[in-house]
């Protein structure tokens, strides 16, 4: 399955394939820049399983070196799923969540609904 291009309300936004390699190093990363700018989309959503444990156990600091790239870029990503597990058994992964959250970059969102009506109330 391609990626995706939606548009809710004024923002765009690439809804990247579940299907795919974890975007989990550089190379992976300034592809989906590349991408994003084709499509000249304003925030990724990147589906949760694209990612995998490794990703969001904090530790590894994987989230980190991608969620940098991203800033340094000026993409905006979602990451779109369900993280109650990997939440309940990381205090970090469940501060960095809520943290994400408040601001205008990173955001964790269960699906794609939840993506808009955030993307509407910013």
């Given at each position: 399955m391609p990626d995706v291009l939606h548009q809710f309300?004024?923002?765009?936004?690439?809804?990247?394939?579940?299907?795919?390699?974890?975007?989990?190093?550089?190379?992976?990363?300034l592809s989906l820049i590349g991408g994003a700018a084709s499509h000249q989309a304003d925030i990724v959503a990147i589906p949760v399983e694209r990612q995998g444990a490794a990703f969001f156990d904090l530790k590894t600091r994987l989230a980190g070196e991608v969620l940098q790239v991203c800033v340094n870029y000026n993409l905006r990503v979602a990451f779109v799923g369900d993280l109650t597990a990997a939440r309940?058994?990381?205090?970090?992964?469940r501060d960095f969540i809520r943290e994400s959250n408040k601001g205008f970059t990173v955001w964790f969102v269960d699906d794609l609904a939840a993506l808009e009506q955030k993307l509407a109330a910013a």
């Open positions: 309300g004024e923002t765009r936004v690439l809804v990247v394939a579940a299907d795919g390699p974890p975007i989990v190093d550089r190379g992976e990363t309940e058994s990381s205090g970090a992964l």
